[in-house]
């Protein structure tokens, strides 16, 4: 499969998900009513959560998503969170919102990957924008892990020769040295060769290549 052709099937299976989720979690249940109804209005679905923990509760989205999450919670702080959910949920950007101009807490939380740190009272359409580009960069984070989820399925397919030929025509070697080191005839390296093509439906060496750095074989 070609990584393009991979791309588009995760592309269409995004493009057909329900609406995308926008989670919050603030104590403060003023800014959580402020935010459903300013995330309703901007047509996605809003789940709100008064603590870190009842967030972790919850099973994770299977559509574009993002966290609007403030930085002092009363049991678990939102830098904290942001450390756990880099571990369980890499892909789920986050929007950090605090009443305290806090530099230190900026720097820690943006070299941490937020994509976003406001500071209350924020502004509606500076929110809706920033939640926008979350959205957008999950939504193409779940693009590649169902593109990569294809060419798995077509890996898992291969016979284990398959594979050890695969491993040395993305290595550059010629059917030949392919046919020694195996011991095998190169009229049936070229079988093999075609057979992983058809079933990885890559067009070219080069797609081949590109699959395998994707899936981390070496």
């Given amino acids: 499969m070609r990584t393009d052709d991979a791309l588009a099937q995760g592309r269409n299976a995004v493009t057909n998900d329900p609406t995308p989720v926008v989670f919050v979690v603030d104590d403060d249940v003023s800014v959580r009513e402020s935010l459903e109804l300013l995330i309703d209005f901007a047509k996605w679905r809003p789940r709100l959560f008064e ?41 789920l950007p986050i929007i950090f919102l605090t009443g305290y101009g806090d530099v230190p807490l900026t720097v820690r939380a943006m070299k941490a990957g937020a994509m ?8 509606d359409e500076v929110l809706l924008r920033a939640i926008a580009d979350a959205l957008d960069h999950s939504r193409a984070a779940l693009v590649r892990e169902d593109g990569l989820r294809s060419l798995r399925s077509a890996h898992a397919t291969l016979t284990p020769r398959e594979h050890e030929v695969l491993g040395m025509v ?18 049936t390296v070229k079988a093999h060769r075609g057979k992983v093509m058809r079933k990885m439906k890559a067009r070219s060496v080069a797609d081949l290549v590109k699959m395998s750095a994707l899936l981390g074989l070496r």
Avoid: H, W, Y
């Fill in 51 to 91: 603590s870190a923990r009842a967030f972790l509760d919850q099973p994770q989205a299977p559509v574009p998503s993002c966290l609007v999450l403030d930085i002092n919670l009363p049991d678990l702080n939102g830098l904290d969170l942001q450390n756990m959910i880099a571990t369980e949920r890499p892909d």
């Fill in 116 to 123: 976003e740190f406001l500071t209350k009272p924020f502004d």
């Fill in 170 to 187: 993305v290595a550059g070697r010629l059917n030949k040295l392919i046919a020694s080191d195996l011991g095998i005839s190169e009229i």
